[in-house]
C-alpha cells in the first residue's frame, strides 16, 4: 500500500514515516501542500495523511482540489485544532476520517487501515500505456511477452513515466520525487535506474521504450506492432 504523506513538522513526519514503512506501507513524504497538490497530480496513492495547517497551500484546499479533479483516494486529516467546526469543514469537504493531534500511533494506524477498508477497490491498481500494464500491487510490469518484478525505485520511476505519458520528466524532477530534495544520491542515479527499465522493457518484448530528450528528460514512446 502507497501513502502520501503531507505534514509540515518534519521532526512528526520523520517519526510517522519511520512507523509507517514498518507496518509495510511505501511513503512519499511532502511539507506543504502545493507539492502534496503535484504528487497527486503525477501518482496514484492508497491513501493519503493529509495535515490541515500547512504552508503555500493549507489541507483544506488541497481536500477541495483533489475531489473537483474526481480523486477519490481516501484521505485522512491531521490537525492541532479539536473544534467540531474545523472537523465538520474537513469532512464536508470530503474527508474520509479526522485524528486530532496528539495521537496514539495504534489509532493512526485503526484509522488508516479503516479508511482504505471502507473505499474497496475504487482507486485503480494498475496503469497501462501501450502494451504495457503496471500492476500497483504487486510492483509487477507486464506485456504480452510476460511479466517482471521492479524494484521499488524502478516502480517509481516507470508509474510516474506512465501517469504522464505526454510529458518530458526531467532528471531532475525524477530525483526530487523519488530520491528526496536531501538525498545524497548524484543524479546519475536516474540514468542507471533508466537503464535498468530499458532492459526489462526488452526482455519483455514490449513495444513501449523510454526516449531521451537531449538535455531535457524522459519520456515514454510506443512502437507500431
Not at 482540489?65 to 481516501?74: E, F, Q, S, Y
Not at 492541532?80 to 474527508?95: M, P, R
Request: aromatic content about 6%.
Amino acid at each position: 500500500m502507497r501513502l502520501l504523506l503531507a505534514e509540515d513538522e518534519r521532526a512528526l513526519s520523520n517519526v510517522l514515516v519511520t512507523i509507517l514503512k514498518h507496518n509495510n506501507y511505501t511513503v512519499d513524504a511532502v511539507y506543504n501542500g502545493a507539492d502534496a497538490l503535484d504528487y497527486l497530480a503525477c501518482a496514484t496513492y492508497d491513501g493519503v495523511i493529509l495535515d490541515i495547517m500547512m504552508p503555500k497551500v493549507d489541507g483544506i484546499d488541497v481536500l477541495k482540489r483533489i475531489r473537483a479533479a474526481g480523486n477519490k483516494v481516501p484521505v485522512l486529516l491531521l490537525t492541532a485544532k479539536s473544534e467540531v467546526d474545523d472537523k465538520v469543514a474537513g469532512l464536508d469537504c470530503g474527508a474520509d476520517d479526522y485524528l486530532t493531534k496528539p495521537f496514539v500511533t495504534k489509532e493512526l494506524l485503526a484509522r488508516l487501515r479503516a479508511i482504505m477498508r471502507r473505499q474497496g477497490g475504487e482507486v485503480d491498481n494498475s496503469l497501462t500505456f501501450g502494451d504495457l500494464r503496471l500492476d500497483r500491487a504487486s510492483f509487477e510490469l507486464s506485456s504480452s511477452g510476460g511479466k517482471l518484478a521492479l524494484t521499488a525505485k524502478e516502480f517509481q520511476i516507470m508509474e510516474l513515466l506512465m501517469k504522464n505519458p505526454s510529458q518530458v520528466i526531467s532528471a531532475e524532477r525524477l530525483m526530487e520525487r523519488i530520491w528526496g530534495v536531501e538525498s545524497d544520491a548524484e543524479i546519475n542515479v536516474v540514468w542507471t535506474y533508466i537503464s535498468y527499465l530499458r532492459k526489462k522493457l526488452k526482455l519483455l518484448g514490449s513495444r513501449v521504450s523510454i526516449k531521451a530528450v537531449r538535455n531535457i528528460g524522459y519520456t515514454l514512446e510506443c512502437g507500431d506492432a
